[in-house]
């Protein structure tokens, strides 16, 4: 600890592009709370760019050298350096540049408040777990939202077969299923029709997309369990692809299984005390609203 008694002494700084003029002023106040408490400065490319500090690091390199991670952007550039850090079991603060932001929850204006506090030791931990998917000697990839099968390249349904700890489940004609951690049941999951789950959960959400059969509905099983799903024969694996948080993509071959498993290392998030999940998906998601005339 330094003088302030922070544990946080060595602070990555990850940046979203700039595209509405908001991120240099904001960067520009954190790094004036880092330089009055004498705390290093670790930015990312982008923040480096900004701040004129040089090149920066990029993400796997900071995740080893720091103790804490910024995001400065939405929820997409959290969920990217999530999967970065989260082996190194680095904690993360979100500062939200972007629209809905359901986990970057601190507003540019209150950065330097809100960091201040925490780097006082004033926050509430929050831990979240990833999903990691595997085909064959492809991955595995990490996922703090979902991992997401579906067609690709063709209007037609789809068909595969799901299991559960090795147990069969059904066989499924539809668009595609979504497998959600509690984290992603506010996105893809959420516009599916999921349920919504709370943070704290050890559950999965498993949520079909536009299913042939209406009785296909969604099911929430338990974070330990682990999914099995392969495409059945009478549909080419080449219109078929695994997408992990919208981002990395996985193809499945004939005879392949796609496995989806509980990531063993959390995610953790530290919120400003106060922090109240249900104050956000009302915010969020317009509950309690009057209809506007």
Request: aromatic share 6%.
């Amino acid at each position: 600890m330094n003088a302030y008694g922070t544990p946080f002494q060595r602070i990555a700084v990850v940046a979203k592009p700039d595209t509405a003029g908001q991120m240099q002023p904001t960067l520009q106040r954190l790094q004036n709370v880092l330089e009055q408490r004498q705390l290093t400065l670790l930015p990312d490319e982008r923040a480096a760019a900004m701040l004129g500090l040089g090149q920066g690091m990029p993400l796997p390199e900071l995740a080893a050298a720091c103790d804490l991670a910024v995001v400065v952007g939405g929820d997409g550039t959290l969920l990217h350096a999530a999967r970065q850090f989260v082996d190194h079991e680095v904690p993360l603060l979100g500062v939200n540049l972007g629209r809905l932001g359901f986990l970057v929850d601190i507003a540019p204006t209150e950065i330097a408040s809100c960091l201040s506090a925490v780097l006082d030791g004033e926050y509430t931990e929050d831990a979240r777990f990833l999903l990691s998917a595997t085909i064959g000697d492809q991955g595995p990839v990490l996922a703090f939202n979902d991992v997401v099968l579906h067609k690709w390249n063709i209007a037609r349904m789809i068909e595969f077969e799901t299991w559960i700890d090795g147990r069969f489940v059904y066989t499924q004609r539809s668009d595609g299923l979504i497998l959600s951690t509690p984290t992603g049941s506010t996105a893809y999951a959420l516009s599916g029709g999921g349920p919504l789950l709370a943070p704290s959960l050890d559950a999965i959400a498993i949520v079909p997309i536009c299913p042939h059969t209406l009785s296909n509905r969604p099911i929430v099983i338990h974070a330990d369990s682990k999914i099995e799903i392969s495409v059945t024969a009478s549909i080419d694996p080449n219109d078929v692809r695994i997408t992990c948080d919208g981002a990395a993509s996985l193809t499945i071959g004939n005879g392949d299984k796609l496995r989806v498993e509980r990531h063993p290392t959390p995610v953790h998030l530290l919120h400003p005390v106060g922090h109240d999940h249900f104050n956000v998906l009302r915010a969020k998601l317009g509950w309690g609203e009057h209809p506007k005339n």
